[in-house]
């Protein structure tokens, strides 16, 4: 198989195409000719090196990185009894999956709790992008703060993967959204539904708000979080680490979140899309290793729009 890979960690530009073995499947998995793979903030985490156990407990070198993916099942394992030859699915591989089993390949070894079926209307890129990124944001506006009707919540790094996913999914249970954002993307928050766009250049946060009901911060601003957050209001991060301090808050919840994203969760984002309350904004790169490069510099700008996805096949 055609695989994208690295030979050490270091800058984007050490990524080049190779080819290497498939990997086989066990009597629980099922394999996928990839159809597209989406790129993550953890991925550039992955290839400069900073990701530690369980992530690098596998790996070896020459090293597929990726985890979200969509794709259409090739082999089926004897006890796998939901999905058949045929089916095209998305989801996530293993946190701690070999060095040689990533998704910036043309096939790969999944885990059938981890994916779902591609519904109708949705096309592999977009699917490729749900997983992480819409899965985390189920998780915290869903899940973690259960968001209401009639609540208001500041979302803070709207414009982003996992965003764009949160807003939308806010604005889905009735809540009043209100997100950061530069400029450029305020047309396109608007659009998906947020009520209030605050360029984070030029206002502060408490500038223009107090007393919301709950936060999801994607950016790493939790003090800024905590001085909108009414008291007895929850704030759930997954962009920086909380304090001692701010986990130890008398009248404020605050939590880091590691997200895990299963079937359930995208069946979650799955009910959405099809309802019509989910626009899963993509930027679709052909399968080089010059576009896996350049996918991992505009993701390391920090000012992506929505998902970056690499389309190997339809
Ligand atoms: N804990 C977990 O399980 C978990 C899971 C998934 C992701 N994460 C983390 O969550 C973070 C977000 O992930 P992502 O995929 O959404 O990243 P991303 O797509 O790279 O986010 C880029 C966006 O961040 C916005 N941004 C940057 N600085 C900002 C600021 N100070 N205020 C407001 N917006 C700002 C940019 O908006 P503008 O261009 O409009 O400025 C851009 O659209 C990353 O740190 C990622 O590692 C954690």
């Known amino acids: 198989m055609k695989a994208i890979?690295?030979?050490?960690?270091?800058?984007?530009?050490?990524?080049?195409?190779?080819?290497?073995?498939?990997?086989?499947?066990?009597?629980?998995?099922?394999?996928?000719?990839?159809?597209?793979?989406?790129?993550n903030p953890m991925d550039i985490a992955a290839r400069a090196g900073y990701l530690q156990s369980p992530f690098t407990d596998n790996w070896t070198f020459p090293l597929v990185l990726g985890w979200d993916f969509s794709g259409t099942?090739?082999?089926?394992?004897?006890?796998?009894?939901?999905?058949?030859?045929?089916?095209?699915?998305?989801?996530?591989?293993?946190?701690?999956?070999?060095?040689?089993?990533?998704?910036?390949?043309?096939?790969?070894?999944?885990?059938?709790?981890?994916?779902?079926?591609?519904?109708?209307?949705?096309?592999?890129?977009?699917?490729?992008?749900?997983?992480?990124?819409?899965?985390?944001?189920?998780?915290?506006?869903?899940?973690?703060?259960?968001?209401?009707?009639?609540?208001t919540i500041l979302i803070q790094g709207g414009a982003g993967g996992v965003g764009l996913f949160a807003v939308q999914i806010a604005k889905s249970r009735g809540a009043k959204v209100i997100t950061t954002a530069s400029p450029a993307h305020t047309a396109l928050l608007q659009q998906v539904g947020a009520d209030q766009v605050i360029d984070y250049h030029t206002t502060a946060v408490s500038d223009v708000l107090s007393s919301v009901d709950a936060v999801f911060d994607t950016v790493g601003d939790i003090a800024g979080g905590l001085t909108v957050l009414k008291p007895g209001g929850k704030l759930v991060t997954v962009?920086?680490?909380?304090?001692?301090?701010?986990?130890?808050?008398?009248?404020?919840?605050?939590s880091f979140q590691f997200s895990h994203s299963d079937t359930a969760v995208f069946d979650g984002l799955i009910?959405?899309?099809?309802?019509?309350?989910?626009h899963i904004e993509v930027q679709s790169l052909p399968f080089t290793a010059e576009n896996v490069v350049k996918a991992h510099q505009i993701i390391e700008s920090h000012h992506t729009t929505g998902k970056l996805v690499i389309h190997i096949t339809d």
Do not use: R, W
């Open 271 to 278: 009910t959405l899309f099809t309802n019509d309350q989910l």
């Open 239 to 254: 962009g920086g680490q909380p304090t001692p301090e701010q986990l130890a808050l008398p009248d404020k919840s605050v």
């Open 5 to 39: 890979v690295i030979n050490q960690f270091g800058n984007a530009d050490t990524f080049y195409e190779t080819e290497l073995p498939q990997t086989q499947i066990t009597p629980d998995t099922v394999a996928v000719a990839i159809n597209a793979f989406s790129i």
């Open 73 to 151: 099942i090739t082999q089926v394992g004897q006890n796998v009894t939901k999905y058949h030859i045929g089916d095209q699915v998305f989801g996530t591989l293993p946190s701690n999956h070999a060095g040689n089993a990533g998704s910036y390949a043309e096939t790969a070894v999944v885990d059938p709790a981890s994916i779902s079926t591609i519904p109708a209307g949705m096309s592999v890129d977009q699917a490729a992008a749900l997983p992480i990124a819409g899965g985390t944001a189920y998780q915290a506006i869903a899940q973690n703060l259960n968001v209401h009707p009639n609540e």
